[in-house]
């Protein structure tokens, strides 16, 4: 089975100890797979020690607790003590692939197709993303040389139409925007200072929208990429809903997030803190793909045409 990267992805690499929101400082727990528990359990002196208090056998398995606020591990300049004293083959799974992601697709002639990337939490990921310039291609980990364009992997997967259609063309007016940041105010919240975000974008709303066509004309090519990745990244989480419900998700959340970078005047970190609240929360993801179906003002965010996706 090959696996397909965006272009952008060879030059990915954790910021580590440069990063300001750094995956070790997050409320979450750090889930320990029991091969990795079985080995911290074995190893011995201080720091098997202070493995052995950090690490929390709970109903569904080990993990770090992040009490305080970060993992036990995370040394004040930003590094992770276990890499520097095991190496970074003493990982667990997740801490080994965060924030990578891997979906498996299938193809129109019924190949199988592993979509891989990284996620839009990470800043060094949307750094990257928002750097490049032109649409959005892929490479084959086996033929690294060899540019796919992203029209040619959509139709590699059926979606003609999608591949016609790549550039983000927003259709919006008052009301469109007030039911989208009013639906975004529906989702889960991950703390309250995205709460606190929302509701400034619902108070600000009019001035916002005046400013809004400016911002997506000097922005166009960083929209179009967000667009693109978007939708990358969710052809497997769309695949029970048409194409065009997949089309309008990823044109809706792209124009929520050029709101909320006309509000914060910062685009990698609207975009950052928007995956962080919603793509990493598939509850979120459902209730904002079953909204483009249910609520025709949100419809109009995208002139995507429609069109069945096949089974992924």
Known sequence: MHTIYPDFYPHFICKAGACRH????ESW????DDATAAYYQSIDGP???????????????WYFSMDGGACS??????????????????????????????????????EDLELGGAGLCCEKTCELLLAGSGDLSFYDEERPGKEIPFSDLLCQLGLDDAADNLHFAPKY???????????????EPIDDAWTAHLKDLQQNLTQ???SLSAFLTAHQDACDRIYQYI????????APYPAGTLARYAAMNTLFIALSAIQTRDLPESLRRWSEQIEYDTDNVDFLLHA???????????????KEVPSL
């Open 22 to 25: 750094s995956c070790c400082r």
């Open 29 to 32: 727990e750090i889930d320990i």
């Open 47 to 61: 720091l098997g020690d202070d493995l052995r208090r950090a690490m929390v056998n709970g109903p569904d398995g």
């Open 73 to 110: 591990f995370l040394r004040p300049d930003g590094l992770c003590r276990l890499v520097l004293e095991l190496g970074e083959e003493s990982l667990c799974d997740i801490c080994a692939v965060h924030p990578r992601f891997y979906e498996v697709v299938t193809t129109t002639d019924g």
């Open 173 to 187: 007016d008052a009301a469109s925007l007030q039911t989208l940041v009013d639906t975004m105010a529906r989702t």
């Open 208 to 210: 916002l929208k005046t």
């Open 231 to 238: 939708t990358y990244r969710h052809l497997e989480a769309a």
């Open 292 to 306: 483009t179906e249910r609520e025709p003002l949100l419809k109009s965010a995208s002139s995507l045409p429609s």
